[in-house]
């Protein structure tokens, strides 16, 4: 039975934290006309989505007023991966080690991100990492990142083939503590004290990136 391997993106397969979060920052502090809190593990659900619904309830605002937020944010990023190339690089490896998966009979690939899908597919485009064809779930889904990663599941054992076991990839504590949840296995891509807060969430292992696939495949059980 296949297994799925499930990634997270910002921070994951793209360096794309630093971006996201100023041009986040901007569209809601624009809209709200205030300096919002960018200590994302504050907020209920660690989302694009999440954090837009919890803002706009926060300052009494109405919920339908997600949609201009978004479209907002969705131009900003287009034009700051547009005007600075640079700022959306993939993490290193990630392009080659996402081949090598594909290359594996027994593994699906999936994608769950915490991104709205516009913004995530022009990170991973400008990133030159290949996900034609791949399992894919995002902030458009769900406001909550457990239920954008079964929605993700599903999408992958949607083609017949049932899945034994799920393993999650990411950068964030909040995807550790979903991971957990879930009752997936997780692995962590982090440095430093990052890396050791993942291990200390859950993390069975922790990679700084994917240089080394070997590595991260014995890592994931699957060599
Ligand atoms: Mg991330």
């Known amino acids: 039975m296949p297994r799925l391997i499930m990634f997270d993106i910002d921070g994951t397969l793209t360096e794309t934290n630093d971006v996201d979060t100023r041009c986040y920052v901007q569209a809601m502090s ?13 907020y209920r659900h660690v989302t694009d989505s999440g954090i837009a619904a919890e803002l706009l309830e926060r300052h009494g605002r109405p919920p339908g007023e997600l949609d201009q937020v978004r479209a907002r944010f969705v131009a900003l990023i287009t034009d ?10 993939q993490i290193p490896g990630a392009a080659d080690f996402l081949r090598s998966l594909r290359r594996m009979p027994d593994i699906v690939i999936g994608l769950a991100t915490g991104a709205w899908s516009e913004s995530a597919r022009a990170k991973l485009h400008h990133a030159r990492l290949d996900v034609e064809d791949l399992a894919f779930a995002s902030a458009d889904d769900a406001e909550s990142r457990i239920d954008i990663m079964t929605a993700c599941r599903d999408r992958a054992a949607s083609s017949g083939m049932p899945i034994s076991e799920t393993i999650y ?5 909040w995807d550790a503590q979903a991971s957990h949840a879930l009752g997936w296995r997780f692995i962590g891509i982090a440095q430093g004290i990052r890396a050791e807060q993942l291990r200390q969430a859950g993390a069975s292992k922790v990679f700084a990136d994917f240089r080394n696939p070997q590595t991260v495949l014995s890592g994931l059980g699957v060599r």
């Open 169 to 173: 990839v990411g950068d964030g504590i």
């Open 30 to 42: 624009e809209h709200l006309g205030v300096a919002i809190d960018s200590e994302w593990s504050r």
């Open 80 to 89: 700051a991966l547009r005007a600075t190339p640079d700022a959306c690089t």
